[in-house]
């Protein structure tokens, strides 16, 4: 082959220009590549064919023959290109990486292998590269989107405590004890009204922060209860849930940026932190890790574990009936006494249990189910 001629149609675009023309890649025995307008012998460029730079072959897709000068021959003669780069650019993997592409069988184990790859990063490798990087954030970036989240809540769902002062420091006095046991941790408790959107809950911020609405407030029949869920968020603050979660999001919403090739969008994702950390549910597994925290609390100062117990089923309680008596269309819940609700809503879970459906159990869709949760609390190991 190194006396004949070798010859490649194509499409020549010079360096820098987008107008494409036809040509001719040729190449002689003694090995210098010459392209040329087609029809017409007039060069256009030259190099020796070993300093050629070619797109590996994928299926029947065109090829790239790019020469130092920076022109590129696009062409879709696959087999004469094949053979240039055995004649010139000879390489004993070239070949094999051809056949593997070609080779349906492998090409569904590869794919299969990158989507078990891909997972085992989402659910494996990014929350422990999370979770290292929540704990190195400085405080100056966990007051910062604090401060942020809190202001946005309370110019959305939430509203000023209408806790008289006299209760706001009658929790306060139960809860420092809690407080003190965790100096390392930068820990403080507000109170607000949560509203319809927020309800019955408390949650906590990144800088230590922890919000109490008045409706879990009126919804304790004893303090304890309240401390029993303190010690649930401080468990939250410990582990930097919240902060885990936001750079979870965060890593998934720059990967999904990036694919789609919006790179502006980037900016308004960091912008959008505080947004996300207001919305944000955890998962499963911190829900179970903030209770695993509580309980070595609890158990620590004698407090039974029931108080934790009985106010999360009453707070859920709560939220199947709100869950309820929204879909009944014919009642106007705002003209119910509270003891017409509750009787209401005995009636309504009463008749949905008849039917068998259990949907309302996981009204939190991010959280372990209810009953499975408090049975876990109760049964860990002292």
């Known amino acids: 082959m ?49 300093e050629l730079d070619i797109s590996a072959r994928l299926g029947q897709t065109p090829r ?3 020469l130092p000068c920076g022109g590129v021959l696009e062409t879709g003669d696959n087999d004469a290109v094949d053979a240039l780069q055995r004649q010139w650019q000879p390489s ?25 790859l891909a997972w085992a990063s989402i659910f494996y490798g990014l929350p422990a590269a999370a979770e290292r990087m929540a704990h190195a954030l400085p405080a100056e970036t966990l007051n910062t989107i604090s401060t942020e989240t809190l202001t946005l809540m309370d110019r959305l769902t939430l509203s000023p405590s209408e806790l008289s002062a006299a209760k706001q420091a009658e929790l306060q006095a139960d809860f420092a004890p809690v407080l003190a046991s965790y100096p390392q941790l930068p820990l403080k408790v507000l109170f607000r009204k949560g509203g319809e959107r927020i309800g019955a809950n408390a949650f906590a911020l990144p800088d230590g922060t922890m919000i109490f609405t008045d409706e879990i407030v009126a919804l304790a029949e004893r303090n304890e209860e309240l401390v029993a869920v303190l010690a649930h968020e401080i468990g939250h603050i410990h582990h930097r849930h919240s902060l885990r979660a936001m750079i979870q999001n965060s890593v998934i919403g720059i990967a999904y940026v990036m694919l789609v090739g919006d790179a502006s969008a980037v900016g308004d994702l960091f912008v959008g932190l505080p947004v996300v950390a207001a919305t944000l549910a955890y998962s499963r597994e911190h829900e179970l890790e903030a209770d695993r925290f509580a309980v070595g609390y609890l158990d620590r100062e004698g407090i039974d574990r029931r108080a934790f117990v009985d106010i999360l089923q009453r707070m859920d309680d709560t939220a199947q009936c709100s869950e309820l008596l929204s879909e009944e269309d014919d009642i106007v819940v705002e003209e119910l006494s509270e003891s017409e609700r509750v009787a209401l809503c005995e009636e309504l ?32 190991p002292r």
């Not at 490649?8 to 392209?35: C, H, K």
């Not at 004993?92 to 078990?116: D, I, K, N, Q, Y």
């Not at 372990?368 to 109760?378: D, G, N, S």
């Open 349 to 380: 879970i009463a008749e949905q249990d008849e039917a068998g459906d259990s949907s309302w159990s996981n009204y939190l869709s991010t959280h372990p189910a209810m009953q499975e949760r408090l049975e876990r609390f109760v049964g860990y």
């Open 2 to 50: 190194s006396s004949a001629t070798q010859s490649i149609a194509g499409s020549w675009f010079m360096a820098g220009q987008a107008r494409r023309e036809p040509a001719e890649l040729t190449v002689d025995a003694l090995g210098i590549a010459r392209i040329a307008a087609q029809g017409e012998g007039r060069e256009l460029a030259q190099a020796e064919a070993a």
């Open 64 to 66: 790239f023959v790019r």
């Open 92 to 116: 004993r993997f070239r070949g094999w990486v051809h056949t593997l592409e070609s080779h349906l069988p492998f090409v569904l184990v590869t794919a299969a292998l990158v989507l078990v």
